[in-house]
C-alpha cells in the first residue's frame, strides 16, 4: 500500500512540471546553460545528465576555434568573470566526434550557435537539421558581426532581425536567441524576435565587465574585459525576464538565465515571466544545483498548491499590480 502511494506520487510530481514550449515537450523547465556544461561529456560523472529538462550545448561555429589565451576566467564577488573567446570543435569534429556520444543522452539536447556572419550561423544550423535529439537551436547573438565592421548582431536591430529571418527561412527547427544585456533597452531587441518570428528569447547572456589585477596594476584578463556571471548579475536578469514578459507577455516563451544558483532564484525568474530557467555558473561551484533546484520546484508548487507549473510563470506581475 506504501509502495503504491509513493509510486502515484512520483508520477504526479513528474506530470508537475512538464512543460511544452514551441511544440516541443521538456520533462522539466531546468536546463543548464551553455559555456558551462561542456558537450554533456563530462557531467556524466558527477550525475545522470537526463534528469534535466534540457542540455544547451556549448558555443559551436562553422570552424574550429582556438579561443583567447589565457588568463581566461578569473573569480569576482559573487561571480566570474571569462573570456574563453568561443574555444569550440567546429561543425564537423562535432557531427563526427561528438553528436554520437551525446545523441542518446535521455534528454532534449539544444544548439547554441554562433557565427560571424549571416551565412556562418545559416550554415551551422542546417548541418544540425538532421540531429534528432537536437530540438532547437539557441542564437548567440553575443558575437562581432564581420560584414558589420565588427559590431554585435546582439547590438543592431537590423543585423538581427535578418539574421533571425535568414535562419527562420532555412531550418525546420525552432530558433531561440539569446538577447544580449548589454544594450539600453532590451525590450526593442526583443521586439525585434517577436517580429521576425523567432520561438523563443533567452536572457540574458553575460555582463560586460573587468578586473585588475592590484599587483600587477594591469587587467586580469588576456582580452581586459570579459563577461560577468553568477549571482552577481541576477538582479539584473530577473529585471529583463519581467520587463520583456510585461512588453509581450504569452506572445513569445522565454527562458530565464543569469545568475540561478538555488530554487529561490529560479522561482524569481519563473514569477517574473520565465517559461523554463537555465543553471550556469552555479555548475561550477555546485554541480547538483541544476537537481536541487528540480526538487525545489516541485516542493514548492506542492506545498503552495498549484496544479501546474505554467501557472506561477509570470505571476509576480499580476500580484505587482493588485
Ligand atoms: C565559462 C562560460 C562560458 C560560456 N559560454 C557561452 C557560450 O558558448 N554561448 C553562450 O551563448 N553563452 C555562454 N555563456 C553564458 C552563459 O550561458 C549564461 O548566459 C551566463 O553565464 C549567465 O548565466 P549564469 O549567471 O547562470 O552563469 C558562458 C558563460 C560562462 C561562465
Redesign the pocket.
Known sequence: MKGKSLNFSRSWRKELLKVKLFGVEFKNPVWV????FGFALEGKKIYEPSKLGAIVL??LSLKEREGNPPQR?VETPCG?L?T?G?QNPGLERFLKEIYPKIEKIGTNLIA?IFGETLDEFVQVCKGLEDCKSIVAYEL?V?CPNVEKGGIYFGHDKMALAKLISRVKGAVKKPVLV?LSPNVEDVREFARVCVEEGADGIVL???LLGMKIDVRRKRPFLSKTFG?L??PA?LPVAVRMVYQVYESFGDKIPIVG????YDTYSALEHILAGASAIQ????NFFNPLSPLEIIKGLEEFLREEEFKSFKEIVGLAHKNAKT
Request: aromatic residues 0%; hydrophobic residues 35%.
Open positions: 546553460a551553455s559555456g558551462t556549448k558555443g576566467i566570474m571569462n574563453i568561443l547554441n548567440n553575443s539569446k540574458i547572456n553575460t563577461g556571471s553568477g548579475i538565465v543569469g545568475g540561478i543553471v550556469g555558473t552555479a
